[in-house]
């Protein structure tokens, strides 16, 4: 007997329109960026910045914008504490740990991301995650997202 296997459904039209705004918007932002998949990917120091346009809600679409901080890192009670007090602190961005890596995360309602908050937000979430690298490898351990800078 075989499987069903899922079959991902096409772009709204809302996303559609919103990744030919977001490369619009990055020619205007950033000197380069790649294209990989459905995200854009702009190195940025030790880090790296994912800009992921999504599907939202019925006819609404989001931006990620999603950094590493430090990558191989274990997760104590000790790095939960410090990622709540930067969430406290932060303006642009949430802090988390996933699969042993902490990143900082801000999202953008789609449709309403102008060129002025889009700068805005990926400098902001670029630069935190790039300026937390060292103060993290050396309370916490891990290691940079980009070993060779």
């Given at each position: 007997m075989?499987?069903?296997v899922?079959t991902?459904?096409?772009p ?16 205007k932002a950033?000197p380069n960026?790649n294209?990989a ?7 940025y120091?030790s880090?790296h910045l994912v800009?992921?346009?999504i599907d ?12 590493p901080?430090?990558v191989d890192?274990n997760?104590?009670?000790a790095?939960y ?8 602190t932060?303006?642009?961005?949430k802090y988390?740990?996933?699969d042993?890596?902490?990143?900082i995360?801000?999202n ?5 991301a102008?060129?002025?908050?889009f700068r ?5 979430v ?9 103060p993290?490898l ?6 940079k997202?980009k070993e060779?800078?």
């Open positions: 075989e499987k069903d899922p991902s459904s096409p709204s039209r809302e996303l559609v329109i919103l990744r030919e705004k977001v490369e619009r918007l990055l020619g950033v960026y294209k998949d459905d995200r854009f990917e702009i190195p120091e880090t800009i992921h346009p939202w809600t019925e006819g609404r679409t989001l931006l990620r914008l999603i950094a901080v430090i890192v997760p104590t009670p790095l504490e410090r990622l709540s007090e930067l969430n406290n932060t303006i642009f961005g988390y740990v996933h042993r890596t902490v990143f995360e801000h953008l309602l789609g449709e309403s102008d060129g002025d908050e805005a937000a990926i400098a902001s670029a630069h935190h995650a790039d300026h937390l690298v060292d993290m050396a309370e916490f351990g891990g290691r997202w060779d800078v």
